[in-house]
């Protein structure tokens, strides 16, 4: 499901790329319709990638496991480019060995559902203030703390008792909490003085295996999710600095 990330992020990218290309950069600007404080709702989609879920089998849908999403969020602009957010953020995960081809993972026949929180911490950075546009381009980063019980059935294959002992070490081991790493990209247009829309793609760099509650029944390694969805933003109180970002004049004319 990584590439699945790989995916979202790209066509975000490429938003941004088609969107600069008919941008014309002038002498730079502050934008007058950012507003100091600002509170949004997400609604999108989600999906995991671990033991019970991943792409790299040929046979699996990059949507055979997602899932929607919402979220809440504050936002503190604290220069005009970057921002620091305080979010909520819940989705269910799943994935189901039933899914995948191969006679392995049938005769393993393990599946799960998990309802996740995030509360995170990230950082959004506006690199570019054109003239005259109201798109924005932006990367985001951070922090945040992930919980999720996961229940996990392994009695639906467990092929004459193999993973007995595997079973046994995932259920005394799992853990419900985590730290995640959330990584994205996206694209803001701000319609009016106080409302903004924001389509962005994330995944999360995960810190724990058994998101799923499965580690030592597959393949041992940390679990990880995606999303992609829209925000809509409202913003109030003083805007940032007036100041503006950057002076581009010559010092003297180019001949000389």
Known sequence: ???????????CFLSVSAFSQSWTLKEPY????KNRHEVSLFAGMASYSGDLNTVTDENLSYLSEVHTAVGLGYTLNVINQLSVSLGYFTTKISGDDANYADFEHQRR???????????AVRFDYEPFQWQNSKFMP???GGVGLVTGNANTDFESGNYLGRWDSKIEQDIQNKKNTSLSIPLGLGIRYYATSN???????????????????V????KPSADSFGTAGLSIVYGFGQAPSKEKVIQVK???????
């Open 1 to 11: 499901m990584r590439k699945n990330y790989i995916f979202i992020i790209l066509c």
């Open 30 to 33: 502050l934008l007058n319709f």
């Open 109 to 119: 026949g393990f599946s799960f559902t998990n309802r996740i929180h995030e509360f």
């Open 138 to 140: 932006y990367v985001l």
């Open 195 to 213: 409302v903004s829309i924001k389509l962005e793609g994330s995944f999360r760099v995960g810190m724990n295996d058994y998101l799923d509650g």
């Open 215 to 218: 580690s030592a029944g597959g």
């Open 250 to 256: 010559p010092t003297a004319p180019l001949n000389q």
